[in-house]
């Protein structure tokens, strides 16, 4: 046997090299090597192999005299080569985040009144610390408050609200339940399907379902016009080219047919953007895009930026996005037809605006606005009875999912005010808690960071993270292809979302940090570009003190109040910005004063102080957080002796256990930080030691960690070491 080196990468399957001993190269396919040893992806590693008398590879060997074979081997994965993705089976990639969620409880408990029951006024003094840095922002970087830090009291309402909700049984609340997520993901069946129509024959024919139109805004009414047909019944064709000066231009091609190539026809359109141009519908080639299918796309090969010769029919030529390097087909739509056709659309254009996600330039109500109202080219899908259902900006545009919030926020309600409005207010009823600002402590400055700090790049929500945001009909172990998604009516949106703490160190150099390293982005508009706004936080250890007021409750109202003030030993509070990654962890420390307001009315001086007669009365805490324990017993059919027995014993409240503990034991502070952070898209690859992996043309390889659609666990699973 001859001694090599062999190299292992994996992109969708393995790719091996061995360096043979003369420094050729062999390529040799992955079947038939032992699964455990590529998954270890050695670098440069020293083997022994053998070659048969054509050059075939027979033997691949860890030592000399074949005692460790890799190759050929018994223990061979059968779908080691295949670069498909089986979506039969429940992916072994694991799902993390920041951020998990609270079951929803199916039933609402109602906030009953009780025979007996005491009306309680006074106030709760709040001693608040910062264990991590915190951050709300006032004006530009500034932390709340014009001459020093504040917390503003709202801030604390409604962090308070979300827990009374969670621990009270109460309504999971939505500010607008009628708010439907969208989505855009070409390599889903469920999706594609709505664009596209498979005709089964020989070579199969892929058409697009999708009508080309024109928008008008008339008064606070759109209306879409459909695009005129040719001869042929199409509304549109296809221009070939290639977007230029970093994607923000798009150069068409035409075709010359002397030298039978194509050759860029002298001119450029912004993406997001239109152009006016003239063909001959007459003189379009159809695109045979793969040996195995056709397109039913029309392109066309001549066309000018005036009249010229037969090009006498006007249109549009549309561009959209750059999508990486792959995308070369824009759109030529024709102009309007007649004006009688057009569909008023501004109930749809409500739904449209709901998408929080969209591209700016590519919203259409924007482009709107900056052509004054003019007409503008769009795309959109019907239903079986010709009713437009969805529109866009191209063919292949963003969809609304078919269920809205509300739809799959699947409670049982009462008529009666469940606690979070019974304290909190409605519109109909009064607030009974006021919440005062949190100052500085008397006998401490609170200290704030010297100077601005970037916060670590921020991610919007993504809801159409589906696995993650609604319940799975496994669990963890469903399939991809069984995923629940917003478009499925047996849909259920998992839960109250909470950061977990993370203990991020605070020096912007270290691994991990909340802070965003200036010095890792070296170009200057790449900076500018991927920053928010600097911030000034507010240091560790920081204490202020606010004042809850309370009027007119109960006392099991004023025990669930404490219940979510005063956490278990552990557990801490989640405010403010930068929660994902670190910000925003305090600790709440209550003490409780009830107020006697017939004493307090009825008498000027206190005859044993000699003092003003306030009628306050330092009160016992955990007595009222049972007498809520009590309530919820008698309401959920359990026996929990006292509050912590619910804390701890509550199938709910145990997952809220996890999520407020600022550290978790089973974890080093280094390993917890991986196992919350964002999943990512482009994640780079390290082998077993540490180093960086690489494709063969010399870029970073990465992995898409989104790709196979990992279900999150619930909290109490996800914190188990596996």
């Known amino acids: 046997m001859k001694k090599g080196i062999i190299t292992i990468t994996k992109t969708k399957s393995y790719f091996i090299t061995i360096i043979k001993d003369n420094g050729k190269k062999l390529t040799p396919s992955c079947n038939g090597f032992d699964e455990s040893f590529l998954k270890g ?44 993705q089986n979506t039969d089976l429940p992916s072994t990639d694991k799902a993390h985040a920041p951020y998990n969620f609270i079951p929803v409880n199916k039933s609402v408990i109602p906030d009953l009144k009780q025979d007996g029951e005491k009306i309680l006024t006074g106030y709760i003094d709040l001693e608040i610390t910062t264990k991590t840095a915190l951050f709300i922002r006032g004006i530009g970087e500034k932390f709340f408050g014009a001459e020093y830090p504040v917390i503003p009291g709202s801030s604390l309402r409604g962090m308070i609200r979300t827990l009374v909700e969670i621990v009270s049984y109460s309504e999971l609340k939505f500010s607008d339940k009628k708010k439907r997520f969208f989505y855009r993901n070409i390599g889903e069946n469920f999706y594609r399907d709505k664009f596209i129509e498979n005709q089964k024959i020989n070579p199969p024919l892929v058409k697009m379902k999708v009508y080309s139109g024109w928008l008008t805004k008339d008064g606070n009414q759109y209306y879409i016009t459909p695009s005129s047909t040719d001869s042929n019944h199409r509304q549109y064709y296809r221009i070939n080219g290639s977007f230029t000066k970093h994607n923000i231009y798009f150069r068409p091609k035409k075709f010359d047919f002397a030298n039978t190539t194509w050759i860029d026809a002298g001119f450029e359109v912004p993406v997001y953007d239109f152009r006016k141009v003239f063909f001959n519908p007459t003189r379009v080639d159809k695109i045979k895009h793969k040996p195995n299918f056709n397109l039913d796309y029309w392109i066309l090969r001549e066309f000018s930026q005036a009249k010229s010769g037969g090009l006498t029919q006007e249109g549009s030529l549309v561009v959209s996005g750059a999508f990486a390097t792959k995308k070369h087909y824009q759109w030529v739509i024709n102009q309007a037809g007649n004006v009688n056709t057009a569909i008023n659309v501004s109930k749809l254009i409500e739904e449209y605006k709901m998408d929080d996600n969209r591209e700016e330039n590519a919203d259409l109500i924007k482009m709107l606005k900056n052509k ?351």
């Open 372 to 722: 004054n109202n003019q007409a503008i080219p769009c795309f959109y899908l019907t239903d079986g009875k010709n009713q437009i259902i969805a529109l866009g900006h191209t063919g292949i545009f963003r969809l609304a999912y078919q269920y809205n919030v509300g739809t799959l926020l699947k409670q049982k309600q009462n008529d009666i005010p469940d606690f979070a409005d019974s304290m909190f207010g409605t519109q109909e009823q009064s607030s009974k808690v006021f919440f005062e600002d949190g100052l500085p402590s008397k006998e401490n400055v609170v200290e704030v960071y010297p100077n601005p700090i970037h916060l670590n790049i921020l991610q919007s929500p993504r809801t159409t993270c589906f696995q993650h945001y609604l319940e799975q009909p496994n669990g963890v172990n469903t399939p991809k292809n069984a995923l629940h998604n917003w478009g499925n009516q047996n849909s259920q949106i998992k839960g109250f979302k909470l950061y977990w703490h993370r203990d991020a160190p605070d020096e912007m150099t270290q691994k991990d940090s909340w802070a965003f390293n200036m010095s890792d982005i070296t170009d200057f508009n790449k900076k500018k570009n991927i920053l928010s706004e600097p911030v000034i936080p507010v240091k560790r250890e920081q204490k202020f003190m606010a004042r809850l007021r309370f009027a007119d409750i109960t006392e099991k109202e004023l025990g669930c109040l404490l219940m979510v003030l005063e956490l278990p030993n552990g557990c801490f509070h989640k405010l403010g910005m930068g929660k994902p990654y670190g910000l925003g962890s305090i600790e709440i420390k209550p003490n409780l004063t009830t107020i006697d307001l017939e004493k307090r009315y009825s008498l000027l001086i206190d005859s044993s102080t000699n003092e003003w007669e306030e009628g306050t009365t330092k009160a016992d805490i955990n007595s009222f957080k049972n007498s809520f324990t009590v309530y919820m017993n008698n309401q959920l059919g359990t026996s929990y002796s006292d509050f912590l027995s619910f804390w701890y014993y509550d199938s709910r409240l145990k997952e809220l256990l996890q999520m407020l503990s600022f550290t978790h034991n089973e974890y080093s502070t280094e390993e917890w930080l991986k196992k919350t952070r964002y999943m990512e898209i482009g994640k780079l690859k390290f082998d077993p030691h540490g180093n960086q992996l690489f494709k063969e043309n010399g870029k970073p390889d990465t992995k898409n960690e989104y790709e196979n659609r990992p279900v999150l666990p619930k909290p109490s699973e996800y914190i188990k070491k596996t």
């Open 41 to 84: 992806l050695p670098q440069n590693m020293e083997v022994y192999y053998e070659l048969d008398n054509k050059g075939i590879l027979i033997n691949v060997s860890k030592d000399k005299d074949k005692k460790e074979l890799i190759f050929p081997c018994n223990n061979l994965n059968p779908h080691i080569n295949d670069t498909t």
